[in-house]
């Protein structure tokens, strides 16, 4: 028998042809539409819909609400709104005269309350904020109230689309600006309005064109003689929309849609028994052209809830958190509550790293809560800058309705990317935790392996987990803290990063999707910190290294990234190896605390992922491929410090990047690379801690050539210590040799495949 034969006969594999294998129904995960044109448009009426008034009845419901209340109501298919094809209406809703210091929630029928308000209001007060809420699977809409008695009332401004239609586009930013003060005469007559009286401004100014639907604006009252409210009537319509609710003898402040006329006018009124000075700061518009603007993305969630000093600002990041992207994000609608202040003050919120702007949100005065919604487009590294203009320190809370999506570049389905291979803990009493393999296929496909039998790699089980999405690059597979697996991939369209978990550890059944956003160049490396949380490592397309800690992609620096990185645990945190845009190879410590130290350079040039081996002590190799195709290594000495040069491994030329390991009972590294024929190649060292390598052997045979970077994992099947060497085959056939160490011996397959290094 030819040494081919007995190499190919003694192989241990798991030959999978995936279009045969893989015959599971697929789990579609939660569409995610992520560009301009896939809806979101925004549909803005002429003259509001009431959809509830308990004052009245309207929406089925009359009397007060009294504290911890929950109001249910329809809203589509109310006067005039669709019955589907809705994804989130712009609210306005008012509360009047509650009985105590209260807020409301808004939130979608038959969906878990979230912890976030839309209004606050004092007792007596009547007061009104815009919303945007998506309306639940039956149409309907929740509203919670805090405390105390209350009427409420919410009418419909505008909704916005689930699909592109022909009459209405998206959202515009501009730069926020002041546009209408009747304190300076600015856009408008000089002096406050007077009771009943109306104005006609316009709001086609300060990048707001003719033609466009509506605005997105912040209306501001300076302390008016009376309560009251004010509405608006596009000019050309006879339609009415109340804006703001106000309270005489405090500055008043609201989000609002204001719907336009053809020329981009509109007629405001004084409703109210006072006169009253009012102010209007533009933050974007609703264009009417459907191949324009960016569409909504209904969210959710609390960004920040603490303190801002006096007469400070903080950055709060908003893109990477709650699956948005890091970039691409027109607006963030905004809600923002300002309260425990002993002094009136504003806030005011812009994009960091732009020109703070002249317009201001929530207006507070002493010792109360108020809140505004708004729309800002955030700045660098998707955040806001939010400054609280006064002499007391305030207690803020921000949370997020929604985000506008410009279009996202679509990442390509990389081919033949590797597969990524762990052992899941060990739980349940058992003493030795189960293989997880992962890879994303051809054609973008997110694949699971699962293996209880680690004596028999016949025995995976293989799932496809990604339905119809397409996701590329290589997964990363992580424990959580449960010992079940969690499994991350990027995402084509967008770049940003989901993930899916197993539904319970050892399960070879897994969660449907979660998104956790960012818009990355590569996929990301997972690794466990010390506290038994997941940090995730991916680079942008300008270079910068993001850190995912678990609620927020965070920007750790511009260090020219390229590629995907590497990650290990060390004693102090995750060190991250990366290829820079030069080729040449760096690393940085990222602490467990968050912190980080420099980027440092570690030289030469060349192309691929870095594969680092982790020694006792914490001491670290790393691998890479030079610019000639030859493997190259350096190791830290006793001080962590790396020396300047690279040493060669033979002269095997790969076509690859290498995968290194520790030999769990030899206790030698290996190191094991594809030739651009296909054929894996082994090298390891002479004797333990040598740092010397032997020459370079083949592991596979010319029958099951390897299209992917070769895998390297360790195995622990509670007796014979061994590791493992997995592939795919340009078909797709998954393949996995495995090495049983013996004494004396380096051998893969049983008996022995590979012959001991020389």
Known sequence: ????????????????????????????????????????????????????????????????????????????????????????????????????????????????????????????????????????????????????????????????????????????????????NTNTALGITAGAIPAGASRTISLATAGVPVGASAVFAQITLSPPAAAGYFQTTASGTTGAQSVINYENGINN??????????????????????????????????????????????????????????????????????????????????????????????????????????????????????????????????????????????????????????????????????????????????????????YVDNIGRVVIGHQENLDNFGTVQYTVISGNEAFTGRPALNAKPDGSLAVFAQYSDGGDVWSSSQTAPRAATWTGWSDLGGSLAAAPAAVTLTNGATALFAADVDGKLWVHGGSAWRNLGDVNLTGAPTAVQVRDGVQVFGRVSDGTVGTLLYRTDGTTGAWTGLGGTGHGTPSVVVYPGYRLRVFATAADGTVTTKLQDAAGVFPAAWDTVGTFVADGAPSAILDPQLGRTAVVARAADGIVHASFETTSGSGVFGDWSPVNTPDLPSATDPATTTVNNGSTPLWTITYRTPNGTVVVYDRRGVPGSAAFGEPTLLAAPK
């Open 1 to 180: 028998m030819s040494t081919v034969e007995r190499r190919r006969g003694i192989a241990v594999l798991v030959a999978v042809l995936v279009a045969l294998a893989l015959a599971v129904v697929p789990r579609t995960p939660v569409a995610h539409a992520d560009a301009a044109g896939r809806g979101g448009d925004y549909v803005p009426f002429t003259l509001a819909r009431s959809v509830l008034d308990t004052r009245t009845g309207i929406g089925g419901v009359s009397g007060t609400r009294g504290a911890r209340s929950i109001t249910t109501f329809p809203v589509l298919g109310v006067g005039g709104i669709p019955t589907s094809g809705v994804s989130a209406l712009y609210l306005r809703i008012v509360a009047v005269g509650p009985t105590a210091n209260t807020y409301m929630r808004a939130w979608p029928d038959g969906a878990t309350q979230p912890g976030v308000a839309m209004l606050n209001v004092m007792a007596t007060q009547t007061l009104s904020n815009g919303a945007i809420v998506r309306p639940g699977a039956n149409g309907k809409i929740s509203v919670f109230n805090y405390a105390g008695s209350v009427h409420l009332v919410v009418e419909v401004h505008g909704y916005f689309t689930t699909s592109t239609g022909a009459a209405n586009g998206g959202f515009v930013p501009v730069t926020p600006s002041r546009v209408i």
């Open 253 to 438: 402040a609201s989000g609002a849609s204001i719907t336009l006329g053809a020329d981009g006018k509109v007629i405001v009124t004084n409703k109210g028994s006072g006169a009253a000075h009012l102010v209007i700061d533009v933050m974007g518009y609703a264009t009417k052209t459907p191949t324009a603007g960016a569409g909504l993305r209904p969210v959710a969630a609390r960004l920040y809830a603490g303190q801002i000093a006096a007469s400070s600002s903080i950055d709060i990041p908003v893109g990477g958190t709650n699956g948005l992207p890091t970039r691409g994000i027109a607006g963030a609608a905004l809600s923002l509550e300002a309260a425990g202040s002993t002094v009136a003050g504003t806030l005011r919120a812009w994009g960091t790293g732009t020109t703070e702007p002249a317009a201001t949100l929530t207006q507070f005065a002493a010792n109360s809560a108020h809140r505004s919604s708004t729309v800002i487009k955030p700045g660098t590294d998707g955040k806001v800058r939010v400054r609280n203009i006064s002499t007391s320190a305030i207690t803020v809370y921000i949370d997020l309705e929604g985000w506008f999506a410009e279009p996202q570049p679509v990442v390509p389905v990389v081919p033949n990317t590797p597969v990524t291979v762990v052992q899941a803990p060990a739980t349940g009493g058992q003493l030795v935790g189960a293989l997880e393999y992962a």
